[in-house]
T-cell receptor, first 109, second 114 residues
């Protein structure tokens, strides 16, 4: 069965400090993993996906199949990073995309 | 391109009533997914439609149903509303499912059941 776990409901980090939002998944096939972000009063939007292997707004995420993890990282937090972050898991076109429960990131001044 | 639109944006209903929500995907997008968003459960997958066919379904009771029209617009219906159905209902569209396809979300419909 597909499952996504984001163990932290809330993560508070000081501005300038490193950020790591955890995501673990369970999936029997070859996973597609995404991070979506929802800023205050804005729509949910894609932040990055593992297949692209890119850095967006300073965030990166590496798929670790051995640990079944896809943690989101940023070396220096900025106040505008405060938002709700969702890890999402897909797979083959026959599978649905499911989301974790989300982690609220709060950047402290 | 215009983004995903959802109507209505807000709804207040009473227990036992039924409700229909509408979603217009981005032009050219053929896949539409519906999610229920609540503070405690986050986003929970309801169903996905592609080319007027339901391709996937989440773990929701049969009171939740949907459909997709030939122009890719989609509706979802909830019958016999319960207090626990109060949530933000999000619709997302994509060109298709698959590794490279990003989901684009609408603003949501806020449903309150009294």
């Amino acid at each position: 069965a597909q499952r996504v776990t984001q163990p932290e409901k809330l993560l508070s980090v000081f501005k300038g400090a490193p950020v790591e939002l955890k995501c673990n998944y369970s999936y029997s096939g070859s996973p597609e993993l995404f991070w979506y972000v929802q800023y205050s009063r804005q729509r949910l939007q894609l932040l990055l996906r593992h297949i692209s292997r890119e850095s967006i707004k300073g965030f990166t995420a590496d798929l670790n199949k051995g640990e079944t993890s896809f943690h989101l990282k940023k070396p220096f937090a900025q106040e505008e990073d405060s938002a709700m972050y969702y890890c999402a898991l897909g797979g083959s076109p026959a599978d649905k995309i499911i989301f974790g429960k989300g982690t609220r990131l709060h950047i402290l001044p | 391109k215009a983004g995903v639109t959802q109507t209505p944006r807000y709804l207040i209903k009473t227990r036992g009533q039924q409700v229909t929500l509408s979603c217009s995907p981005i032009s050219g997008h053929r896949s539409v997914s519906w999610y229920q968003q609540t503070p405690g459960q986050g986003l929970q997958f309801l169903f996905e439609y592609f080319s007027e066919t339901q391709r996937n379904k989440g773990n929701f009771p049969g009171r939740f149903s949907g459909r997709q029209f030939s122009n890719s617009r989609s509706e979802m219906n909830v019958s016999t509303l319960e207090l626990g159905d109060s949530a933000l209902y999000l619709c997302a569209s994509s060109v298709d499912r698959g590794t490279y396809n990003e989901q684009f979300f609408g603003p949501g419909t806020r449903l309150t059941v009294l």
